[in-house]
Structures are given as structure tokens and as C-alpha cells.
């Protein structure tokens, strides 16, 4: 790591750590969707309900499509934020040397 880019704040270390936040979401997401699953399937034959068991049957998948997705998207949108950035940053370098 170049420290004087690190400390002039010209190269970002946030998408690192969107990056890093997106796996974790992708994680959470599927982990309470095996929880949804799971419970609603317990919970379901415990108490003889075939909502709560068609619940966790639909809603665990849909838990972990949604929130995976869901994650990947708003990650997405903050890394175009700082791409967008980066480009500017190199424009105006280009356009500096060139004058």
C-alpha cells in the first residue's frame, strides 16, 4: 500500500470494505433463511399448521434470493459511486497534463 495515496485520500479503501460488508449480508441472508425454513417447518408440525410449514417452505428460498440480491444490488450502487470517482480523478489528470 502506497501510504501518501492512503493518506491524501486519492486511492479509497471503502470499496474494499463494501466489498467485505456484501459477503457478509450474502451470509446473514442465507442464514435467516435456513432460520425461516427450518422454524416454519418446525414450528409448522408442531402446531399442525400447513401455512406455517408452506411459510418457511416458500419463504427460507425466498429469503436467501431476495436478500443476496437485495445485498449485491445496494453494494453495487455504492461502488458506482466511487468508480465514478475514480474516473473523474483520472479525467482531470489527463486534462491537467495535457495543459
Do not use: H
Amino acid at each position: 500500500m502506497d501510504w501518501k495515496s492512503f493518506l491524501s485520500f486519492e486511492r479509497m479503501v471503502t470499496p474494499v470494505i463494501i466489498k467485505i460488508l456484501f459477503w457478509i449480508g450474502l451470509i446473514a441472508s442465507i442464514i435467516g433463511g435456513v432460520i425461516v425454513f427450518f422454524g416454519g417447518i418446525i414450528t409448522g408440525i408442531s402446531q399442525s399448521e400447513f401455512g406455517t410449514i408452506l411459510g418457511g417452505l416458500i419463504g427460507g428460498p425466498l429469503i436467501i434470493l431476495l436478500g443476496g440480491l437485495i445485498a449485491r444490488i445496494y453494494c453495487e450502487l455504492l461502488i458506482l459511486a466511487f468508480r465514478i470517482n475514480e474516473t473523474l480523478t483520472d479525467i482531470k489528470k489527463i486534462l491537467i497534463e495535457k495543459s
